[in-house]
């Protein structure tokens, strides 16, 4: 039983996956054709080598300038900073957005050890630095507490060179239900209200 | 993004993973050192060549005979015929049984079209054909009435062999609530009570 087993060890790593859905998929796994799971070894084993952050950027790509930066077509006078690659999936898919990304890969938290020199931040200077067409940045980190803080010390980093800093705006998520949105929130959404 | 999105795709694929886990475990898996991914690579690898169900009894495996039925220690007059291999593991852990098993790979389901002939029924009367030391066949199929009506369709197959065939008993799970139970599961309880 021993590749069985390995295999429910393997995935119970994944987070979100407990042993007993490690032993379900494993089971699943095995009753699909061996070419099936061959297909699903191949794709990670193609993704364990060909994906790499993007020099520029930090999105993580399989290839180097990834697909926005080597896009001719994306504005290159805007750069929207995320904390995570997968955040630029989440602003894709507005289909509002047509500028460059920029990956920090985390957020600054001082009390779990991550300073400014831990994100990917001196890059993104380069990319605002002499002949630099950027005339906006975009901080569209996450609406926490580390998140605020992060881009905060970015405005005050960025802001001295004459670059427009923004944030994304914060108030009730579309659908949502003012009675069961939490008082911040509520307060957020008051202070930025705007003309009908 | 080819490769990343064949992952997330691949991922989706298996049971009780949607678009936005697969997503989620995919960005995981790229902020890990490659070496991990890889070894899930190899591990499933592994899996897809090695494991085979096992001839004697359908268990899967990546030796045939299977590690029960290789096993000299496993009394051999017993046999527990479940549906799934997966259903071996919940027995074993209870440690209270030292016989073989019997792994059907489903339940009769006449409405699903799976018959006689798509389980691992022959392979089961052939171990309890001439010269067999089998004196019991536990019938570990589910409670549900699929299960039911396989169990059934055993023991009028067995039966007429002279072996005793048994299933495991219904009523209140340990740890369960009475209030809570469905009425089938109490009147089987109250069926099957024994004198304290």
């Known amino acids: 039983m021993a590749v069985i087993d390995d295999l429910t060890g393997e995935l119970s790593r994944l987070p979100g996956i407990g042993r007993k859905t490690a ?26 080598e060909q994906v790499r952050p993007c020099s520029e950027c930090g999105n993580l790509s ?3 300038p990834c697909a926005f930066c080597a ?10 900073v995320v904390e995570e690659a997968a955040d630029i999936g989440a602003i894709e898919r507005t289909g509002q957005y047509h500028g460059r990304y920029h990956v920090l890969g ?4 001082p ?4 300073n400014p020199e831990d994100l990917n931040i001196a890059a993104l200077l380069r990319r605002l630095g002499n002949g630099s067409v950027v005339r906006e940045v975009i901080v569209a980190t996450n609406p926490s507490v ?8 970015l405005q005050k980093l960025i802001g001295p060179l004459g670059v427009r800093v923004t ?18 929130t509520i307060a957020e959404a008051l202070a930025g209200r705007r003309e009908l």
Chains 1, 2 share one sequence.
């Open 146 to 153: 580390e998140g605020e803080a992060t881009a905060l010390y």
């Open 167 to 184: 944030r994304l705006a914060r108030g009730l998520p579309v659908g949502g239900d003012l009675e069961y949105a939490d008082g911040v």
């Open 23 to 48: 032993l379900r998929l494993t089971y699943y796994l095995l009753k699909r054709p061996p070419e099936e799971i061959q297909r699903l070894a191949r794709v990670l084993e193609a993704v364990a």
């Open 62 to 64: 399989e290839h180097d």
């Open 71 to 80: 896009n001719p077509r994306r504005d290159p006078s805007a750069i929207c």
């Open 111 to 114: 009390l779990e050890g991550i």
């Open 106 to 109: 985390g957020r600054l938290s």
